[in-house]
């Protein structure tokens, strides 16, 4: 069972995987690579993987056989697991809780070489349906209070299979990131009654240097504060601060500016390897005045060393203003 671990001085949480346990062999620094040969996300494989817990397939077909579109399962390697309860207890002045939560993936296609913007677009809005519905469903258990969708593109982004797919992770605890974007937004929410990322959307639309693009429901911006070179947010235009509460009618819409961001860095960056991250609210807070959920594309372009460990500071050697013009004439 892993477990959760406190940082007494900051705050900040660590899974401990006990079971795992890596022993300083298992780190030589031999090139991991992401594995080749067999998939167990490929068609005819189904049986490698955790049962499903969610596909949209073929009527005709039965669960854990081909003949699925998208299909969701257990991570079989997860860093949290979903028995029992947290069992949250002191350590000496330490604190500690089990390594409760959910770890699933969802598989974007049957094709083992599709990246996820060449999917087409009804495809790719069926993806947000599926991380919407399974968002949903692990809202309904009370003991996790976020939950987490994120990608790993590319082994340099940190993943370890070849075949395009995104991870949800439901913890126990609100991540200290989160927090303190949540603590931020609220500041400036109890200061000016304004959610401020509604503020942030108002004013680059009207300098329009950061803007990719804006179809009417959806918005891509390179942040002004960018921490790495070609950083992207899609945010709705509308206030929202929950994914899963996004309105049925936006979903093409998202699929579309995704699709078109991913193309876009695709082709300027050379096919880069990325992380995003769906930022939203917590699990028992889904209405909040003064969060406004988004979507943060990270191309992996630089590495983090140092001076960034050190300082939280980021050196971005791409301004934004240039990024987004690049994106946006691309
Ligand atoms: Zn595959
Ligand atoms: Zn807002």
């Not at 939560?101 to 296609?109: K, N, R």
């Not at 303190?180 to 240097?209: M, N, P, S, T």
């Not at 947010?233 to 936006?250: D, G, Y």
């Not at 630089?302 to 990024?323: H, K, L, M």
Request: aromatic residues 10%.
């Amino acid at each position: 069972m892993p477990e959760l671990r406190k940082d007494p001085i900051i705050g900040r949480w660590v899974i401990i995987s006990t079971e795992r346990g890596k022993r300083p062999m298992d780190f030589k620094r031999e090139k991991r690579g992401i594995v080749g040969g067999f998939c167990p996300f490929c068609p005819g494989n189904e049986d490698k993987t955790p049962p499903e817990v969610l596909a949209y397939r073929d009527p005709l077909t039965s669960p854990n056989t081909s003949g699925w579109k998208i299909r969701v399962v257990p991570n079989k390697f997860p860093a949290l697991q979903i028995e029992g309860d947290l069992d949250k207890r002191g350590d000496g002045i330490y604190d500690m809780m089990r390594g409760v939560g959910a770890h699933e993936v969802l598989i974007e296609s049957p094709k083992h070489d599709m990246p996820l913007a060449y999917l087409p677009d009804e495809h790719i809005e069926s993806i947000f349906w599926a991380l919407r519905d399974r968002s949903v469903d692990l809202n309904k258990d009370s003991r996790f209070k976020y939950i987490l969708i994120f990608k790993n593109w590319g082994e340099e982004a940190g993943a370890s299979l070849e075949h395009s797919h995104i991870q949800l992770i439901a913890t126990p605890i609100i991540p200290k990131r989160v927090m303190e974007e949540l603590g931020g937004a609220k500041f400036h929410f109890q200061l000016k009654e304004r959610c401020i990322f509604c503020d942030i959307i108002k004013q680059e639309r009207e300098v329009g240097k950061r803007i990719i693009c804006d179809n009417g429901e959806f918005i891509a911006i390179t942040p002004y504060a960018s921490r790495f070179p070609f950083e992207t947010w899609v945010l709705p235009l509308r206030h929202i601060s929950s994914f899963e509460k996004t309105n049925t009618e936006a979903f093409p819409s998202l699929a579309k500016i995704m699709k078109t961001v991913l193309n876009r860095m695709n082709k300027v960056l050379n096919g880069p390897p990325y992380n995003f991250i769906i930022h939203t609210s917590p699990c028992k807070t889904p209405d909040l005045e003064y969060f406004h959920w988004h979507i943060e594309i990270m191309p992996k372009l630089t590495r983090v060393a140092g001076f960034e460990w050190g300082s939280g500071f980021y050196i971005n050697p791409t301004p934004p203003e240039d990024a987004a013009q690049v994106l946006r004439e691309s």
